[in-house]
């Protein structure tokens, strides 16, 4: 079964450009999840998607914004690009039930230069 | 304001000695408890989770132990292995955020041969 794959792997960027990371999740979850996590820290939550509609949403400013498609995959955007934007983005997928874990990606690293 | 906290950033234990992850909680609508290990490179793999009405869960050389009322939960690896070597992640989710779980920011586990 193929696990959570995450498009790029590596990415370089400058700031005020903007990026877009992709997501495809394990088949059969409907829910996908992205997270943002920095150096010495944990994970921080972006969003939640389920059935193509944002389901729950971190406290994250508007430049991070995400979309999921008919079949699940979901992309990830931001624009306006910092250098604190310089993370590793990490998605997860699951059923999207309750009591459901959530099983990652790899993960996108994104450094801004 | 952290809800999800793992105070020890780092352990190191013996090979075949008892490993002990703690992970204590503010929040308590989090019904939904589970632990998470890393390796560089790598996204976070599920390893165990519990529900609130339970205590205990048990798989294998983990289990999970939860004390609700003083909000507070542990992983025990019995025996260590130094495979088991890896950042642990503590994470919680409410009920009506099946989606967006809370993770504290890890705990470093060195297992020594």
């Known amino acids: 079964k193929a696990g959570v794959t995450q498009t790029p792997r590596y990415l370089i960027k400058t700031r005020g450009q903007q990026v877009t990371l992709s997501c495809s999740p394990i088949s059969g979850h409907r829910s996908v999840s992205w997270y943002q996590q920095t150096p010495g820290q944990g994970l921080q939550f972006l969003f939640e998607y389920f059935s193509e509609t944002q389901r729950n949403k971190g406290n994250f400013p508007g430049r991070f914004s995400g979309r999921q498609f008919s079949n699940s995959r979901s992309e990830m955007n931001v624009s306006t690009l910092e250098l604190g934007d310089s993370a590793l983005y990490l998605c997860a997928s699951s059923r999207g039930g309750d009591n459901q874990p959530q099983h990652f990606g790899d993960g996108t690293r994104l450094s801004i230069l | ?113």
């Open chain 2, 1 to 113: 304001d952290q809800q999800v906290k793992q105070n020890s950033p780092s352990l190191s234990v013996q090979e075949g000695r008892i490993s002990i992850l703690n992970c204590d909680y503010t929040n308590s609508m989090f019904d939904y408890f589970l632990w998470y290990k890393k390796y560089p490179a790598e996204g976070p793999t599920f390893l165990i989770s519990i529900s609130s009405i339970k205590d205990k869960n048990e798989d294998g050389r983990f289990t999970v132990f939860l004390n609700k009322s003083a909000k507070h939960l542990s992983l025990h690896i019995v025996p260590s292995q130094p495979g088991d070597s890896a950042v642990y992640f503590c994470a919680a989710s409410a009920r009506e955020g099946a989606g967006k779980s809370t993770f504290g920011d890890g705990t470093t586990l060195t297992v020594k041969p």
